[in-house]
Each structure stands twice: as C-alpha cells, then as structure tokens.
C-alpha cells in the first residue's frame, strides 16, 4: 500500500538505531556521494510503493530522515495547487508544509554536525586559515535530495498514456537537464568532501536562523501579547 502523504507531523518521525540526538557515532566513517545518491533514489522508489520506513544506522540514516522531509514536502506542495480544495484544506497542508520545511532545515544542520564530527576525530589541526565553500556539504545533500525528486516525478511524466507527444518531449529535455544538473552536484559534493577530509578546506557550522517559527522573533506572534521575551 501506498504511503499516506497527509499525515500530521507527530506521526512523521521514523526511529531508528543512534547514540545520541545527533546521530554522532564514537568511531565514525567516512561515507561516499554514491551511497548519498544511491540511498535517495532507491527510498524515493520504495517510498512511493510502500510505507516510509528508515532501516540506516549512523550518519546515512541522518541522511535518510532529511531525505524524507523532503519527500513528504514533495508531495505537500503538490496538495497545496489543488483549485479545487477548500480553504480549510489549504491552511492544513500550508501548515503542515511549514512544520516540515523546518525540519528539513533542522535536518540539513544535523548533516553539517555529523560531518563536522567526522573531521574532528580525524584531524585536530588548525583549519581557520583555510578556504571555505559558500555551501556546505549538508546543504548539497538537501540539493541531492530534491533534485532526486524532481528526477523521479520527471520520468514518471514520460509514462502518461494521457499526455501529448509535446509534453513528452519537453518532460524528456527537462530530465536529461536534471540528470546533468544531478551529475554535476554529485561531482562538486565528492571535490568537497575529498578536501574537507584531507585538509585543504575548513568545514565552517552555519545555522539557517530561521525566525518565523519563533514566538519571540516573529512579530506577528510577539505583538499578540502570547510570548514574553
């Protein structure tokens, strides 16, 4: 059975086996950008088939979660064009595409730590001098993530019995654009992680500071009177 896409966020968090709320890992391993990718597509596959589950361990199964923020906001957005849904509807998904864009976001700075870990247990040297990315890798893998969406609901356009020959053919240009596009983020992720892990780039933790979601910054919600700073 198909998963359901419009669950509540409560129900949306998938256990897995960690250590600690960081999923850090006392003798770390280094991971490629082929088990990144390779996990991505194949759970966006499974998942369209069968209930979301996370069966990974240790820094892919951060990877996994993120991935499924993702996927679930795939399909959201796709809830929230509906003309024909009520009002009603629409601030229910809206609502519910917020909770999980943040924590996309929440996610896509747990990769960013987990990485961060991987480094200090390898090297304890200096690396402030170094040159930095203006992405980091978490970043690219939230990049990853969606292009491998956008790659699957491509292709699945190309098996419309519906669609016009027009259609097709533009669906077909766009894919082969995506699987570049797919290729070069893979090339660039992989040059970044071989430098951030034989230092030659420092690895620099930013936090997205997100402030809609927060009494105490969003003035829509402080000038209601609810939240005291």
């Not at 892919?60 to 009002?87: F, G, K």
């Not at 951030?196 to 209601?224: A, F, I, S």
Request: aromatic fraction near 6%; hydrophobic fraction near 35%; proline fraction near 4%.
């Amino acid at each position: 059975m198909a998963p359901d896409h419009g669950k509540p966020l409560s129900s949306l968090m998938v256990p897995f086996r960690h250590r600690d709320s960081r999923m850090t890992n006392t003798n770390p391993q280094w991971f490629t950008v082929a088990e990144v990718v390779s996990l991505q597509q194949s759970m966006t596959e499974r998942w369209h088939e069968e209930p979301i589950t996370n069966d990974y361990t240790d820094f892919l199964a951060i990877v996994c979660q993120q991935h499924e923020y993702n996927y679930r906001l795939w399909h959201e957005e796709d809830e929230a064009r509906d003309p024909h849904a009520s009002d009603t509807v629409i601030a229910q998904v809206k609502r519910r595409i917020d909770k999980l864009n943040q924590a996309r976001n929440d996610w896509i700075e747990r990769l960013d730590d987990a990485i961060a870990s991987l480094i200090t247990d390898e090297d304890a040297a200096d690396r402030s001098h170094l040159p930095q990315n203006t992405e980091t890798p978490g970043s690219a893998i939230d990049r990853l993530s969606i292009m491998a969406l956008r790659i699957y609901h491509t292709a699945e356009q190309l098996q419309r019995s519906d669609a016009s020959a027009e259609h097709l053919a533009k669906c077909q240009a766009r894919l082969d654009l995506c699987q570049q596009q797919h290729r070069d983020l893979q090339q660039s992720l992989a040059e970044l992680l071989d430098d951030l892990r034989h230092g030659r780039k420092r690895h620099r933790l930013y936090r997205q500071m997100k402030m809609y979601n927060d009494p105490t910054l969003n003035p829509v919600l402080y000038r209601r009177g609810a939240v005291t700073t």
